[in-house]
């Protein structure tokens, strides 16, 4: 039977619901650093929730779970103390081959786990993960006079307001995920300012973009490519999900399409809030939204909120989209399978195209070091690209222009298949 493809929210909501249904019956078997660890007792206090855990039964978590657990600058020891209480187990029956969701990392790809580990001890005893007052101020500042700018003219250049709060929002959310991936107390201080600016809940955009960065790409998991029907990256033929008549559109709409993303993120962000009963975020929500619509002419705030939203979606989606699809449990190791799906950007237009590209540009980076400050991956792809090159793997790096072209030509070479 064709597989189902769930909203992001039920989807979530189900697998949450059976994972707690699931918890104590039998062991949930997750190897880090070498040690396999039973953490089904611990799974329904996993902050995240215990899906999380139930998604790493019987696969190798180590490189994942340092990437989302920071330690070092700016770190907390908090989740390896809690790793280090676990019960130690033995392995799931059959780990050398297949179990769990996924395939365990081979020889090779646990060799070039444990390389990434030293690179990384390399990267924090280098000051890699510390945060700049001064690069922190320029990266808050200019969103802020965007704002006020935008704010400005909105009676008497609407179009120029729209352009202006666009461009805003985009960065605003360039800020947001730079402060829910880093870790210290300045960004568990600004984390709220994404449902602030943008009526985006950090809770809910949490658990999204997680899985995002966890299961890159991986069928069923990565919602950033499950999109179905509004957009195939696989044709149904090949994946044996349902068809839409309007796939074979999708190449003209596509982009257009891309601007009511941050419409889509406020809903899902409004229904969350809702169902959690969280009051903090409520209240940031309802600032945003005071803000947007007694502060700005109807016409600027729709329109602003359209262009923040193309904006974002152009760019972010175009670095994975175009890269290897994987079916569920087809990624057995972090590392490996960042490099399988993900390709940096080289901007072609200069300083003001890198700054749009708030940091994705960089996007192989980020996924490797996601807590690391967006500012400093400029600095690493060189480094990080000869490591890739020591370690026999390839580092997918292209053109903007031609990254945004392969896109393009993914959704309609989708839409003409068969």
Not at 127 to 143: C, D, S, T, Y
Not at 384 to 389: E, F, S, T
Request: with cysteine.
């Amino acid at each position: 039977p064709a597989a189902r493809v769930y909203p992001l929210a039920a989807h979530i909501e189900a697998e949450e619901a059976e994972a707690n249904r699931e918890t104590l019956r039998e062991p949930v078997r997750i190897r880090i650093a070498g040690e396999w660890y039973d953490a089904r007792g611990y799974a329904s206090a996993h902050p995240g929730g215990a899906r999380w855990i139930r998604w790493f039964n019987g696969r190798d978590a180590t490189a994942v779970f340092y990437a989302l657990h920071s330690y070092g600058a700016n770190g907390s020891k908090k989740a390896a103390e809690r790793l280090a209480r676990l019960p130690k187990c033995d392995p799931p029956a059959g780990s050398e081959v297949d179990s769990g969701v996924g395939a365990l990392p081979s020889d090779e790809e646990h060799s070039r786990e444990v390389a990434f580990r030293a690179l990384r001890e390399r990267l924090e005893n280098e000051g890699f993960f510390k945060r700049v007052w001064w690069k922190e101020a320029w990266a808050l500042g200019h969103v802020l006079a965007l704002y006020a700018a935008g704010t400005a003219v909105a009676a008497s250049h609407p179009f120029a307001a729209c352009a202006l709060l666009g461009l805003g929002m985009q960065q605003a959310g360039w800020l947001a995920h730079d402060y829910i991936h880093g870790r210290g107390k300045w960004c568990e201080m600004m984390r709220p300012i994404g449902a602030f600016l943008n009526g985006h809940s950090a809770e809910w955009w949490t658990q999204k973009h997680s899985l995002h960065h966890c299961f890159t790409n991986e069928e069923e998991l990565d919602h950033d490519i499950m999109m179905e029907p509004f957009y195939f990256l696989r044709s149904p033929s090949e994946s044996g999900r349902p068809d839409s008549k309007y796939r074979k559109y999708q190449h003209i709409y596509g982009y257009p399409l891309i601007s009511i993303m941050f419409w889509l993120w406020r809903w899902l962000s409004f229904k969350d809030v809702l169902k959690r009963g969280d009051r903090k975020e409520a209240v940031l929500l309802g600032c945003h939204y005071a803000f947007l619509f007694t502060c700005l002419p109807l016409p600027v705030a729709i329109g602003s909120v359209f262009v923040g939203g193309f904006l974002v979606g152009s760019l972010v989606s175009a670095t994975h989209q175009s890269e290897e699809i994987m079916v569920q449990g087809d990624q057995p190791d972090y590392v490996t399978g960042q490099f399988r799906s993900t390709r940096d950007a080289d901007t072609v237009f200069g300083p003001l195209e890198t700054w749009l590209w708030g940091g994705m540009d960089t996007q192989l980076a980020h996924h490797l070091f996601p807590s690391m400050p967006r500012y400093n991956y400029h600095r690493l792809r060189p480094i990080l690209q000869a490591w890739a090159a020591d370690q026999g793997t390839v580092y997918r790096i292209s053109p903007s222009t031609k990254i945004i072209a392969d896109n393009f030509n993914t959704l309609r070479r989708v839409a003409m298949a068969p």
